[in-house]
């Protein structure tokens, strides 16, 4: 177990909602956040912050839209409108409709969300030590208007 899952486990137990690859951008994934879940007490990251970004050539199924006429993501290339040679997919997170992201297994670092109220920061303040204990290092300004990057060992 990374440090990330140790992480996970850890500020689970102790009431916090922490989520990797949530939909898609900050904004969605805010609304993805369980309504039990407490609003100072969550720290995710959505696709955007773990997606993979291939270069390839342009998808001849879709004709690089990513999806078919009926919107529904393409099967030939998964959403992305390109495809790679020897590229597999299926080795990656595709749970969020046109994205392909990386897991924590296969991430070093991420930058997630939380609560930047006052009592959002006070709560984040207070699981620093957690998230070294768990073998994380963080970088962050200590503010609420920005966000916390936290690495680990893959």
């Known amino acids: 177990m990374n440090g990330f ?6 500020l689970t137990e102790e009431g916090w909602f ?3 690859n949530l939909p898609c951008c900050q904004s969605c994934a805010w609304e993805e956040i369980p309504w039990e879940a407490t609003p100072n007490k969550v720290l995710f990251n959505h696709s955007q912050d773990c ?4 270069e390839g050539e342009e998808c ?12 529904e993501d393409c099967l030939t290339c998964c959403g992305m409108g390109e495809v790679q040679e020897d590229f597999d997919p299926s080795e990656y997170d595709t749970s969020v ?8 297994e296969q991430q070093n670092s991420s930058v997630f969300c939380f609560s930047g109220d006052k009592k959002g920061v006070e709560n984040l303040k207070s699981i620093l030590p957690i998230i070294e204990e768990c073998g994380c290092t963080y970088s962050w300004s200590g503010n609420g208007d920005h966000r916390i990057e936290i690495s680990w060992d893959v």
Do not use: A, H, N, S
Not at 5 to 10: G, N, P, T, V
Not at 60 to 71: N, V
């Open 5 to 10: 899952r140790k992480l996970q486990k850890r």
């Open 18 to 20: 922490v989520g990797w």
């Open 51 to 54: 997606e993979v970004y291939l």
């Open 60 to 71: 001849p199924e879709c004709e690089g839209m990513g999806c078919d006429e009926q919107g």
């Open 97 to 104: 409709d046109g994205f392909i992201c990386m897991t924590p």
